[in-house]
């Protein structure tokens, strides 16, 4: 067992983990994270995603014990104080439908946005890329983050 | 799914730790950078260590620097690194071009190049635009530094000239110090996927040297010197450009899987290589200065 601890959506958590133990797995089990999915495991669909210091990555491929003394998003955090607009633009649309992909897309977006306040359509579909749906054909999602982010 | 293996976790703080633990673990310890493979493979069960040495706490291998005249590229360097320096855009095009190509920004924000040839997969994508450019591996042990060409890396899928007790420190990738064109073609099946079925890298200068690299169409990625001396003397025609196509056929040894046939593979490596030879002419028509170093 080795100590860890680290910033969870803005508050310092910490626990005892074994070196084997997956990031996701500790994050929706032991710390009632449940927003980031399990969904291929290996790092292709994206449902897993979370900001590790500020930068989108695949929580199903990183150890625990690797996140001690970073900080940590997941969408429970983007929106504790309320939707936040790209969110609100999504819900609005209805973009999405069984809402498997959504916690990843929105991190993979939010990530986007910060970096690039007014993405192009090129630019969007590459930040989402990695994040694979079933349900929406993408381009509803890719129309709320050019709606969200167009210049007044 | 859970890993079902248990092994010991050590995060040195110094360069010198990491080589002897390796010395002491040898092919027992694996060294984790980005970990987009490594922990992959252990929730697979391949290669699982009984220990597992994180280098992260290194900083110093995560810079991209100039050096006598070389680019060198950090064991920590991810591939969102190489795509945001200026550096690799300017001195190796190609490299910049194909880390646009790795599978996600989820994981180029985490992958690294040097755990790209580590883990040495025949579908790698680093593994042609290292080749065109005559990278040299910066090797560290116990027993102190050694240097290795790409050329002599690649064994194998998935089997590397590392030794056991050996870490990879650098890439370092000569400047080129005339003119020059690159370009990187990857087929693979949509925007995001981490595999490429086929993938070609060219590197051509202004004296008219052209190099040529074919990745995943075999075991390892490789250089083919008869295309290259074939280019050089005929130059770039129509006709000498078509007669190299045919020669591709004696170089690469593409096979099918569930990915792609290998008869699909081989039109379009031909494709590919067409597409990647006008890319470069193109890029070394454009005017750009060589900063001098």
């Known amino acids: 067992m080795t100590k860890i601890s680290f910033i969870l959506n803005g508050e310092r958590r910490s626990l005892d983990v074994e070196p084997y133990e997956v990031l996701l797995e500790v994050l929706r089990d032991r710390m009632g994270a449940k927003s980031p999915k399990c969904g291929c495991d290996s790092g292709d669909c994206g449902a897993c995603t979370i900001h590790l210091n500020g930068r989108s990555v695949r929580s199903c491929l990183i150890l625990a014990v690797e996140a001690n003394g970073q900080e940590i998003l997941t969408l429970e955090g983007i929106s504790r104080h309320g939707l936040s607009p790209l969110q609100k633009a999504f819900h609005e649309r209805n973009v999405f439908q069984c809402g498997y992909c959504a916690p990843g897309l929105i991190l993979s977006a939010t990530e986007l946005i910060n970096n690039n306040p007014h993405p192009n359509e090129h630019e969007i579909k590459e930040a989402i890329a990695g994040n694979l749906c079933r349900c929406t054909g993408y381009t509803p999602v890719v129309e709320a983050i050019l709606h969200t982010t167009k210049k007044e | 799914m859970a890993i079902p293996y248990e092994f010991q976790y050590f995060k040195p703080g110094t360069i010198a730790e990491v080589v002897a633990l390796l010395a002491t673990h040898?092919?027992?310890?694996?060294?984790?950078?980005?970990?987009?493979?490594?922990?992959?493979?252990?929730?697979?069960?391949?290669?699982?260590?009984?220990?597992?040495?994180?280098?992260?706490?290194?900083?110093?291998?995560?810079k991209i620097e100039i050096c006598n005249g070389h680019l060198v590229v950090g064991a920590l360097v991810t591939f969102r690194d190489l795509l945001e320096s200026k550096l690799v855009k300017e001195h190796a095009y190609i490299v910049y071009e194909a880390a646009g190509l790795v599978a996600s920004n989820g994981v180029r924000n985490r992958a690294t190049m040097v755990g790209n040839i580590c883990s040495a997969v025949a579908c790698l994508d680093s593994g042609a635009p290292l080749l065109v450019h005559n990278a040299v591996l910066k090797l560290l042990s116990v027993n102190g530094e050694r240097e290795l060409p790409i050329s002599k890396w690649f064994l194998d899928n998935r089997k590397t000239a590392l030794a056991p007790n050996e870490m990879v420190t650098h890439i370092s990738i000569p400047i080129p110090t005339m003119k020059y064109g690159s370009a990187y073609q990857k087929m693979m099946r949509y925007s995001g996927e981490d595999l490429s079925q086929a993938n070609v890298g060219v590197l051509m200068f202004a004296d008219g040297e052209c190099r040529v690299a074919f990745g995943s169409v075999g075991p390892v990625p490789k250089r083919s010197p008869k295309i290259e001396n074939h280019l050089l003397t005929q130059g770039l025609t129509a006709e000498s450009i078509n007669q190299a196509k045919e020669m591709i056929e004696q170089v690469i040894a593409p096979i099918s899987d569930q990915r792609a046939t290998k008869e699909y593979r081989m039109h379009m490596t031909k494709v590919m290589f067409e597409r990647a030879i006008a890319a470069a002419a193109e890029r070394l028509k454009q005017p750009r200065l060589i900063t001098k170093h």
């Open chain 2, 26 to 62: 040898g092919s027992k310890a694996r060294v984790l950078a980005g970990g987009t493979d490594l922990v992959n493979e252990l929730k697979m069960g391949y290669r699982v260590p009984d220990v597992l040495i994180d280098i992260k706490d290194l900083e110093q291998l995560s």
